[in-house]
């Protein structure tokens, strides 16, 4: 098992934002969490990634208990996030955002990775010169996705990727997931979302009040007659 | 007259250099934690005690200056984990406070260490002036000049050209990012602290030889930096060395052409207008509040 979740609960303050989340990973996996707004599935990424503080149960990676480890030594450990909104370095141009997203790599590799990165995304390799901030939404994104790749994850964290997007933009965004989930990257999806995230997802998870509610694969998910009237409208 | 106004114009670039490369440490640390280091001042004055101690028990200027470097920069080091790393969490407010309380202490223990006398450092290369039409060029305002002035091209390119600049750059444009990417942004934060140090007690040395150093150099060249900074926009590394040389300038020229009685009320008086009518400063980035 890649990633193991047991009883992981967090407070903001009084608040709890997660209360007992259960969920597991396996190698090659794209799992999709989806729920409602304030469900608890933006806390449970960024305790996934260290930079939110829990207080109970715990968190293994790769056979390895890292619910004490340092946001920067996880990503050395092999977990990456595209966070929600993106958060590229927008005062800084398009090959600096790669270059810091190869931080913890050795030197001698991050050439090659920003090739890679520019045969994935043609339209990044136009604008290395630009700052990021000019970018529209869309480059944005496949920018947050290429700086997570240049860490040269085990697995990747996608908070919100359709967020802000137009449809199309969408379904791009989505297709480039699906292709890094093909060439057997795994992949922990968050999606408000739910049928798109759950369409794609060799599993699912439903959160609820800061809790994991449902599981399945993500057709049993879609069939399911809870999910079909709460997240999808039907 | 001609040559009046060169002789200001000379000793203004030199103050002002000063002025700027105090203002620098002041926002590099900014930047990285949007704290103003009020103990700034206090890695100026070591500097120049420091190497005023090493020189007087023998060892040769050059290494004593560098052993007075290292000597601050580990000063800015140790600063940034026992007194603001505890504080880490609290308000930005409180840790300049810290630094407040940190500049005090620093001051006092400099008074137990050395003395409160007087000291002066020898002039790097003699202290035969140069004509100049008419106005004396002391030698060693060309090594403040040149000594800025190659501080800012090594700033310049390890924020640029090295990754460990650009991982500064990326903490202080979006820390959140910064730490998903796996930079450890308290190392930044001390290293930070260690740089900015590092650039007072170059200001402190390079200027020793001109202005004497004791114990309280510090209060009014870190008050002065600080000036330089606001000037050129918090922030700005450039800024900070062009609003260091607008400050000497203008108060160079109030000595000499008003009364050098004026002449520590100029910086503060550029200070008032300066946030009156540009809150950022000459360069200064538009602050935006993010919601």
Redesign the interface.
Known sequence: MLLQIKRLSSSYGRVRALNGVELNIEEGELVALVGANGAGKSTLMRAI???QPTNGGGIWFDGADITKV???K???LGI??V?EGR??????TVE?NL???A??RP?LEIDEDIEKNYVLFPVLKERREQLAGTLSGGEQQMLAIG??L??RPKLMLLDEPSMGLSPLLVDQTFQTIQKLAESGMTIFLVEQNAYVALSIATRGYVMEGGRTVLEGTGQELLDDERVKKAYLGV | MFADFLQFLISGITVGAIYGLVGLGFSVIYNASNVINFAQGEFVMIGGMASVSFLSMGIPMPLAIVLAVVVTTFVGFALEIFAIEPARHNSVVSLIIITIGASIFLRGLAQIIWDRNYHNLPAFSGDDPIKLWGAALQPQSLWVMGGAGIIVLLLWLFFNHS?LG??I??TS??P??????????RRILQISFALSAALGAIAGILVAPIALTYTNVGVMLGLKGFCAAIVGGLGNPMGAIAGGLAVGIAEAFTAGYISSAYKDAVAFVIIILVLLFLPSGLFGRKEIDKV
Not at chain 1, 87 to 92: T, W, Y
Not at chain 2, 176 to 185: M, N, P, R
């Open positions: 990634s260290g930079v340092s946001a920067s996880r990503v050395r990456s996030q966070p958060q590229v370095f927008s005062e800084m600096d270059l810091l997203g931080f913890t030197r700086r997570a240049m860490a | 990754i650009k991982a750059l990326a444009f979006n959140l990012a910064a730490e998903l990417v796996g930079i450890d942004t």
